[in-house]
């Protein structure tokens, strides 16, 4: 897990163990970038979770593995940051432009979003398998809301799972080797370790 000054580490970790996985928290960008699967956290604004992966050279890991098939996993905001931009206000971050699109506030009469809901899972998830029916747990204000990029007939499309507040927004990803939830696995009880552990089986 790459620690870089951002997201609930010890949950994360004691729910990553309780999936099967060895967990080692590091900020080391060698270690980071050899590991087999490499989970990115993320809690509170999008402009300050960008600064703090820059600061320690994230950015260039996770790009690095991901070039290489090497298997990412980001958690909440280490999910938005993926996308091209974020809102908050009146400023506007740029993010690690993995995926087209910007994360901004939802659009919903009480926030933040945070309790258990239900997504919508697309057929043939690897993430969800076994879950689809189940509910996970969210804590956000902010979400990418829609899911602009074009399809591509040489490449498999991304699989996007859905949530409602106030309107659809993206729930969860699978795109090849990078992986993401705006949920919190590590919050989400058995639901959250089966999902941990089906990401473990890919790597």
């Not at 870089?4 to 967990?23: F, I, M, Q, W």
């Not at 106030?166 to 990803?173: K, Q």
Request: glycine share 14%; net charge negative.
């Amino acid at each position: 897990m790459f620690d870089y000054g951002s997201g609930n580490v010890h949950s994360a970790t004691k729910a990553l163990e309780a999936a099967g996985a060895d967990v080692r928290l590091t900020a080391d960008r060698a270690a980071a970038a050899a590991a087999d699967g490499l989970l990115v956290p993320g809690v509170g604004a999008f402009g300050a979770v960008m600064s703090g992966l820059v600061a320690a050279r994230g950015p260039e890991v996770i790009e690095r593995r991901l070039a290489g098939g090497r298997p990412v996993l980001g958690i909440c905001v280490g999910m938005q940051v993926l996308f091209e931009q974020g809102v908050e206000g009146e400023g506007v971050t740029e993010g690690l432009g993995e995926w087209p699109g910007i994360v901004d506030r939802l659009d919903a009469p009480v926030l933040p979003h945070m309790g258990w809901n239900e997504v919508r899972v697309p057929e043939g998830s690897r993430l969800f398998a076994g879950i689809e029916d189940e509910r996970f747990y969210f804590v956000h204000s902010y979400a990418a809301r829609d899911w602009p990029m074009p399809a591509d007939a040489r490449r498999r499309a991304p699989l996007v799972t859905w949530a409602e507040h106030g309107g659809p927004f993206v729930a969860a990803v699978e795109n090849g080797p990078l992986a993401a939830t705006q949920f919190h696995p590590e919050k989400s009880g058995d639901a959250g370790v089966r999902l941990l552990a089906n990401w473990l089986e890919t790597l």
